[in-house]
């Protein structure tokens, strides 16, 4: 149940990010909010994976693989609030991710991350200024690497989070 409910409330995020007016970003603010309201570590979550992201992608918009609208030098505030809500989700959902095989990560990774770009380009959040095929190759293949790198990052994190817990129940 818990699951079914963090992925629907991504799901309202992320339209709010690829659709919705600037206007919203106020409710994606408010619901990062509450993310790390009901699960402190997620700031950590955040922290830790979200940089990962806003670089990959402000390299792609640099090397003009995604365009997108925006008066930014880097990447407009909406991309950014998305990637800092996935990493909370991801972060969320860690033991479920954690506890599967990192290639089946890799492999849903990559097909859900691809397809979320290619969908944000359909409804007109993005364009691809190269070819839409090669450039969903990339974006698998993009997002294959992210998916690694977030599964072993989740895992250090992890680790760091289990052992402050049990060093603040040992000072107590």
Not at 23 to 51: C, E, F, H, K, N
Request: charged share 10%; glycine share 8%; aromatic share 14%.
């Amino acid at each position: 149940m818990r699951f079914v409910l963090i992925s629907l409330l991504f799901n309202v995020y992320w339209f709010s990010a690829a659709i919705g007016p600037p206007s919203l970003q106020w409710l994606m603010g408010a619901m990062l909010l509450a993310a790390i309201a009901y699960d402190r570590t997620v700031i950590a979550g955040i922290l830790t994976l979200a940089p990962l992201g806003i670089i990959g992608d402000s390299v792609m918009l640099y090397t003009q693989w995604l365009a997108v609208d925006t008066s930014s030098l880097i990447m407009p505030s909406w991309l950014i609030l998305l990637w800092l809500g996935f990493c909370a989700f991801a972060w969320l959902m860690r033991e479920l991710v954690l506890a599967r095989p990192i290639w089946l990560i890799t492999c849903i990774g990559s097909v859900g991350g691809a397809s979320s770009y290619l969908a944000g380009e359909r409804l007109g959040a993005l364009s691809f200024p190269q070819s839409f095929w090669i450039t969903g190759v990339v974006l698998l293949g993009v997002w294959a690497i992210y998916s690694v790198l977030f599964v072993v990052l989740m895992r250090w994190l992890q680790h760091k989070v289990e052992a402050r817990m049990a060093a603040t129940r040992g000072q107590q």
